[in-house]
């Protein structure tokens, strides 16, 4: 065997652990800008990713570009969970019961002070991840609608920000015991959602525009 061969055989292998070590750093990233806010030290982050500061510079060259990624991350699992709640068969309205307690899971609200300041909120990546999820969960909502399951005056903007702010608190260790009483409470909008209507919304249904906008 030439050393040439052997050098093409152990090339993958740096790329393999650079992936695990880039997943290994968003995951960390994700789990302390949870706990802690936007603000924690990217040492600190290195440190529970279990790798070295220049690791984390070498994936991300400044904080807004890891920001980005975990906000990338977090809106692709909760595209993720929509579509296996629109592959699911049978009851459209539980389909996205389970869907809204999946995102509460991600912590959608702990992204809200991770946008703001300088974080480019149209980066491409980004567009095309919100792009997605938005008409994932517009299309699920559309089912439970057509089956005469869901309001009518409600919309995706409206579902989204009951979930962010039901699920708070965004940052902090406490927000991590909160689980059960999140659930409750989202159950209890969920059951505000179904129809027939048993009141009238003031306003019109909110789209995520609307939100942008505002």
């Known amino acids: 065997m030439t050393a040439t061969t052997t050098a093409q055989r152990k090339a993958p292998r ?15 990233a994700s789990e302390m800008f949870t706990e802690f806010g936007p603000d924690v030290p990217l ?5 529970r990713a279990g790798v070295g500061n220049a690791t984390v510079y070498r ?8 920001v980005r990624e975990v906000v990338c991350s977090v809106m692709d699992r909760t595209a993720e969970a ?4 629109l592959a699911a068969t049978g009851d459209a309205f ?3 019961e389970r869907f809204v307690h999946t995102a509460a899971d991600e912590r959608i609200t702990a992204l809200c002070p991770m946008v703001q300041g300088t974080f480019d909120q149209y980066h491409p990546d980004l567009v095309a991840a919100r792009e997605r999820m938005e008409q994932l969960v517009e299309q699920l909502m559309d089912r439970a609608r057509t089956a005469g399951q869901l309001r ?11 979930v962010a702010q039901l699920s708070r608190p965004p940052a902090g260790t406490a927000c991590l015991t909160l689980d059960g009483f999140v659930h409750r ?22 789209t995520m525009e609307d939100l942008r906008q505002a």
Not at 14 to 27: K, Q, S, W
Not at 82 to 85: K, M, P, T
């Open 185 to 206: 409470t989202l159950q209890l909008f969920l059951d505000g959602l179904r129809a027939p209507a048993r009141s009238h919304l003031p306003g019109a249904a909110l």
């Open 14 to 28: 740096p790329r393999a652990d650079a992936l695990r070590n880039r997943e290994r750093i968003v995951t960390a």
């Open 59 to 66: 994936n991300f060259p400044d904080r807004d570009a890891l």
């Open 82 to 85: 929509a579509e296996l709640a």
């Open 94 to 96: 539980g389909a996205l």
């Open 43 to 47: 040492d600190e982050i290195a440190r």
């Open 152 to 162: 009518g005056d409600v919309s995706v903007g409206d579902l989204m920000v009951a």
